[in-house]
């Protein structure tokens, strides 16, 4: 890192550091709120069957577009609607999400499906899946923190049949949707303490995700491509 990143890199956590202090009532006041998941339960059933849709809605777009790693809304949906519910919910957006990418991969082709997840994206994820089978891509789907909503994009611009890699994709998912929900759903349970640095310990992950989930992806993805390669 240069000498000006390390400073701005200072400056930040100097003004990050300043502004939790100045608004730590505040912040009391929020995780008491986010503790009290009774509260928050009879708040979310005023709006119906509304609440339910706009999650499942939320999971659609977050498979189509990507900007958010699955596994953060799997956390929110456990701890909104309860382990059950909030698997079901994400399972159906996430689903139905899978099958929009792959049908506009295969419908419409390469130069439609780069106006939404950019051709640098689907370029770098091009290097690892060119001419891959079924297996890469159930690892892919497997793991966290790999693009498998870009792997959807590809499987749609490539020959392998989309039903049967839907349903893999479907189902290979749900054992990582399981863990995230059951962690939302007992958050409420934490101390306030531990619950406010659980907070901050995926608000720090989404930061470092987000700042070099490049470099991180490009690992998992030389990893499963040793992997699969005599397969």
């Avoid at 609440?51 to 777009?61: E, K, V």
């Avoid at 809304?73 to 698997?87: D, S």
């Avoid at 295969?106 to 780069?114: E, I, L, Q, Y």
């Avoid at 039903?163 to 994709?169: C, E, I, R, S, T």
């Amino acid at each position: 890192m240069s000498r000006s990143g390390r400073i701005g890199l200072v400056v930040l956590l100097v003004a990050g550091a300043g502004f939790v202090i100045v608004t730590w009532p505040s912040i009391q006041a929020f995780v008491g709120v986010l503790l009290d998941r009774d509260r928050v339960l009879v708040w979310l059933a005023r709006f119906g069957a509304w609440a339910p849709l706009a999650f499942i809605a939320f999971s659609f777009i977050q498979t189509v577009i990507a900007p958010i790693p699955g596994q953060f809304i799997g956390l929110a949906g456990g701890y909104l609607f309860g382990a059950w519910a909030g698997l079901l919910y994400g399972f159906v957006g996430t689903t139905l999400g899978s099958w929009v990418a792959m049908g506009l991969g295969r419908r419409f082709g390469r130069p439609w499906v780069a106006r939404l997840v950019s051709e640098s994206a689907l370029s770098r994820f091009d290097r690892f899946s060119n001419r891959r089978g079924p297996w890469f891509f159930f690892l892919v789907f497997l793991f966290p923190f790999v693009p498998d909503d870009l792997a959807c994009y590809a499987i749609g611009l490539g020959p392998l049949p989309i039903l049967p890699m839907l349903a893999m994709a479907s189902i290979v998912r749900l054992p990582v949707g399981a863990v995230t929900v059951l962690l939302g759903e007992n958050a409420a349970n934490l101390p306030a303490g531990m619950f406010v640095a659980a907070l901050a310990g995926l608000v720090l992950l989404a930061v470092v995700f987000w700042k070099y989930h490049t470099p991180i992806e490009a690992r998992l993805m030389r990893w499963i491509m040793r992997v699969t390669s005599d397969v």
